[in-house]
């Protein structure tokens, strides 16, 4: 058996993991939650993101957390402009046309990634990549405790640009009342590529704080995407409060399965919940009921 | 018809519309006056709802013109038509259940009147107590009357010019259909235009100065209020007398 000190510091690696998982999900979420769409591109966004924040380190020295402020607003152009100029025209009003288009341009984004920068899997190693913070007697990766901070107060942020700007509630109406939105005047493609944007925001952050500590191949995003999913329907679909909760949660339980059952089976214990909350509670912790 | 005076508020010249190949307005002219109520009288599926969502600009007019404040709006998108003050109260309301009732108010100042929102926010707030009184509810937990003074609430909350009622007292108990009404008059006593689109002919003739009957997405009568409330014809389809 293990001593209760390496099933905390187990515990808390996976809280700390899981705090990104809860930016991928965050994302996925509030897209969900407002476009009624499941975004297929999420894990290919994802993977662009990390590969940015790649460039940025490899070929102009950037470090990884000072790309933020750089990555966000440059992801956020990118999903408005997705959204505005792509999925939206293409799918002409129809969910299933919006399905293929997030897929199709999945497939594109993952191949054009394929074609720069070969399958090659890259890595960043910074000074603080594997620093560790010391918390009485746990020791703690220092990347992946800033990771949690971050990801705690851009969860906080969006919760404050939601309910307490005009944008942020517009947000709100349009997900659930789209031509009373419309009477009152506001644009709704303009919302939902606004929606949209802030969700590959999410991702940019995401990026950054997984990078110093990770590594990115044409293919990663969608790995992350899948747990992703898993935080979304074990958090309940379209909450932002749930996204946060079941990211943190499910970064524990993958933490102290890979401790119990060896690293390889970690995500074993994930899956599992999912199966378990589909059987049980579809709507999930803290999702509306049908 | 009667030739609309230039300080017409909204003016309708040959307006057709419909959805897919199917014509459900096939040629309307109309007006309002500034400060004056005009209603549309109809029953169910003549196109008075269609007509309003021409008007707000989410269905385009196939032909003619709409003229509101000297500014041609066919053609322009909600929120433009929404800028100019010409705000429609929907039939069915669509509030936002899943915001307050503050937040609701507040959105309906989304497009204008946002340099006065405060200060619109009490005024409606002043017209009506029991939204003050429940101001940080989800505006779906409302009853059916509420949220209909709600909508009515979001609506002037724009600073309207022209607020078009889509039947306003659908699904309404006898009582709150009366506190509606009265409601309209008290509106209207303080300028405000309001075109009143009902089937509820014998309130609606009451308190308006003109009336359009619309049947199969044409004007089969229009006039004054008293005068239509006389005719034969009218008093045999719509009431039954």
Request: aromatic residues 8%; hydrophobic residues 50%; proline residues 4%.
């Amino acid at each position: 058996m293990y001593s209760p000190q390496i099933i905390l510091e187990a515990m808390l690696n996976g809280l700390m993991t899981g705090a990104v998982y809860a930016l991928i999900a965050l994302g996925l979420t509030l897209i969900y939650g407002v476009l009624h769409i499941i975004n297929f591109a999420h894990g290919a966004l994802l993977t662009c993101a990390m590969f940015a924040v790649w460039v940025a380190w490899a070929w102009l020295g950037i470090d990884p957390y000072a790309v933020i402020p750089l990555l966000v607003p440059l992801m956020f152009a990118l999903g408005y402009g997705l959204q505005r100029f792509v999925i939206g025209p293409a799918s002409h009003g129809d969910d299933g046309n919006i399905l293929l288009v997030t897929l199709g341009l999945s497939i594109v984004l993952e191949n054009v990634l394929l074609a720069t920068f070969q399958s090659d899997t890259r890595t960043l190693d910074t000074d603080y990549s594997f620093q560790v913070v010391a918390l009485g007697p746990l020791l703690l990766s220092f990347p992946r405790l800033i990771g949690l901070a971050v990801a705690v107060v851009v969860t906080g942020l969006l919760w404050l640009v939601l309910n307490r700007t005009d944008t942020g509630k517009a947000i709100r109406a349009v997900a659930r009342e789209k031509l009373g939105a419309n009477l009152v005047g506001i644009d709704v493609p303009h919302i939902y590529a606004v929606t949209f944007g802030l969700g590959c925001a999410c991702l940019a952050v995401a990026a950054c704080l997984l990078m110093p500590t990770f590594y990115v191949n044409p293919r990663i995003g969608g790995a992350f995407v899948l747990v992703a999913f898993t935080v979304v329907v074990l958090g309940g679909m379209g909450s932002i409060p749930g996204a946060l909760l079941g990211g943190l949660f499910i970064g524990v339980v993958e933490s102290l399965c890979g401790l119990f059952l060896g690293d390889s089976l970690g995500q074993l214990g994930i899956f599992l919940i999912f199966i378990a909350v589909l059987l049980v509670r579809p709507t999930g912790l803290f999702g509306a009921k049908a | 018809m009667a030739e609309a005076s230039p300080d017409t508020l909204l003016e309708i010249r040959g307006l057709t519309t419909g959805y897919g190949a199917t014509e459900v307005l096939r040629g309307v002219d109309m007006a309002v006056g500034p400060g004056e109520i005009v209603t549309v009288l109809g029953s169910n599926g003549v196109g008075k709802t269609t007509l309003n969502k021409v008007l707000s600009g989410v269905l385009p007019a196939w032909t003619g013109d709409i003229r509101f404040a000297g500014q041609r709006i066919a053609g322009q998108s909600a929120a433009r038509i929404v800028e100019q003050g010409l705000i429609q109260v929907p039939e069915g309301r669509k509030i936002f259940p899943n915001l307050s009732i503050r937040e609701n108010l507040e959105l309906g100042s989304y497009r204008r009147g946002k340099p006065n929102r405060a200060r619109n926010l009490e005024r409606i707030f002043a017209t009506f107590p029991r939204l003050k009184e429940r101001a940080g509810q989800m505006a779906g937990t409302l009853s059916g009357g509420e949220q209909q003074m709600l909508a009515i609430g979001r609506g002037l909350m724009a600073e309207p010019l022209l607020l078009i009622l889509d039947e306003p007292s659908l699904g309404l108990s006898p009582l709150v259909v009366e506190e509606m009404f009265g409601l309209i008059r008290k509106l209207n006593a303080d300028g405000l235009a309001i075109l009143l689109v009902e089937q509820n002919v014998v309130q609606s003739l009451e308190v308006a100065r003109r009336a359009y009957i619309l049947e199969n997405g044409v004007f089969a009568m229009s006039g004054a209020s008293a005068d239509i409330a006389g005719d034969p014809e009218l008093k045999r389809t719509y009431l039954g007398l």
